[in-house]
C-alpha cells in the first residue's frame, strides 16, 4: 500500500469522520480533523439512547441486506475492508470492550458512548490527527489543483489551549508569589545582617527592637502567603477532576438540546406536509382555470 504525504482535511468529527481521519493518519499523512460542534462524536453521544449501538454482530454479508441492492453495491469495498470485527477490535484494544444483546446489537460492555467517543478520539491523538472543534467550513474553492477551505470560528487545539493555560497561570499567579517571597526573604535577610553588624550600642538596640517590631508582620505575611499558596494548589487540584465533571455535564445538555430539536422537528413535520401538499392542491386548482 502507497503512503499518503500531501495534507488530508476531514470535515466533520463524527464517527466517519474520526475513523476516515485515524486511517488517514496511519498512512503516515498530516491530517486535520474540522467539527463545527464544541467536541467530537456529538451524533454518538446520543446513538442507543446514551448507550451507543456501535454495530451489529451479525456478518458483513448480513449487514448488506438491511440496505437496497444500489446501496449494498456501492458499500460492499467498504464493508470487506473494514468490517465491524475491525472496529471491535480497536475499541476493545482501547479500553471499551463491547457486547452482543440478543438481537444481533452491539454495546459497550460496561461503559457509555461517552467512553467510545473518549477511544476514538484518544485513537486519532495518538495517530497525530490534528483536531479543531469550533470550527465551520464555510465552503470549498479551488485553485488549479489545490483547494482552500474556508471555515469560520478560531478555537485553538487541546494541546495550544493547555499551553496557554499554562503560561497564565505562571504569570499571573506563580511567578508574583515567587516575587513577593523573594521580598520578604530578602527584607528578613537585610534586618538580620543590620542587627548584627551595626555600629555602637545604641544603634544595635534601636535595630533589634526594630527587628522584634517587625517579626510579628513579617509572621503574619508569611502565613497569609502560605495560605494563599495553599489555597491556590487546591484550587489546581480540583481542576483537574472538575473539567470531566463539567464536560459530562455539557454531554447530557446537549444530548437533551438535540433530542428537544428532533421532537420538535417529527412535531412540526406533519404540519409542514400538509401546507405543502394544501400549496400543490391549490395550484393544480388553478391552473385549469387559467387555461
Known amino acids: 500500500m502507497s503512503l499518503l504525504h500531501e495534507p488530508v482535511v476531514v470535515i466533520g468529527g463524527g464517527a466517519a469522520g474520526i475513523l476516515a481521519a485515524w486511517k488517514a493518519a496511519t498512512s503516515h499523512a498530516p491530517v486535520l480533523l474540522l467539527e463545527r460542534n464544541a467536541r467530537l462524536g456529538i451524533k454518538i453521544l446520543i446513538s442507543g439512547g446514551g448507550k451507543c449501538n456501535i454495530t451489529h454482530a451479525g456478518t458483513m454479508v448480513e449487514l448488506g441486506e438491511a440496505f437496497q441492492p444500489n446501496e449494498r453495491r456501492f458499500l460492499k469495498p467498504s464493508f470487506f475492508r473494514f468490517g465491524n470485527t475491525d472496529l471491535l477490535r480497536i475499541l476493545h484494544d482501547a479500553g471499551v470492550p463491547a457486547a452482543a444483546r440478543d438481537d444481533g446489537r452491539v454495546f459497550p460492555e460496561h461503559g457509555t458512548a461517552r467512553d467510545v467517543v473518549i477511544a476514538l478520539e484518544q485513537l486519532c491523538q495518538r495517530s497525530g490527527v490534528e483536531i479543531r472543534t469550533g470550527i465551520r467550513v464555510q465552503n470549498i474553492a479551488t485553485r488549479g489543483s489545490a483547494f482552500k477551505i474556508n471555515v469560520s470560528g ?138
Open 154 to 291: 478560531n478555537r485553538p487545539t487541546p494541546a495550544r489551549a493547555e499551553a496557554l493555560h499554562r503560561h497564565e497561570v505562571f504569570w499571573q499567579i506563580t511567578f508574583p508569589f515567587a516575587i513577593a517571597l523573594l521580598l520578604i526573604l530578602c527584607m528578613v535577610a537585610g534586618l538580620i545582617l543590620v542587627g548584627v553588624k551595626g555600629l555602637g550600642d545604641i544603634s544595635r538596640w534601636a535595630d533589634i527592637a526594630l527587628i522584634w517590631l517587625l517579626i510579628p508582620v513579617i509572621i503574619l505575611t508569611l502565613i497569609s502567603f502560605f495560605a494563599v499558596t495553599g489555597f491556590i494548589y487546591l484550587i489546581t487540584r480540583l481542576l483537574g477532576v472538575l473539567p470531566g465533571y463539567a464536560r459530562l455535564g455539557q454531554d447530557y445538555v446537549y444530548l437533551f438540546q438535540v433530542r428537544s430539536k428532533k421532537i420538535a422537528n417529527q412535531v412540526v413535520e406533519p404540519f409542514l406536509k400538509l401546507r405543502s401538499f394544501k400549496a400543490g392542491a391549490e395550484a393544480l386548482w388553478q391552473k385549469p382555470k387559467k387555461g
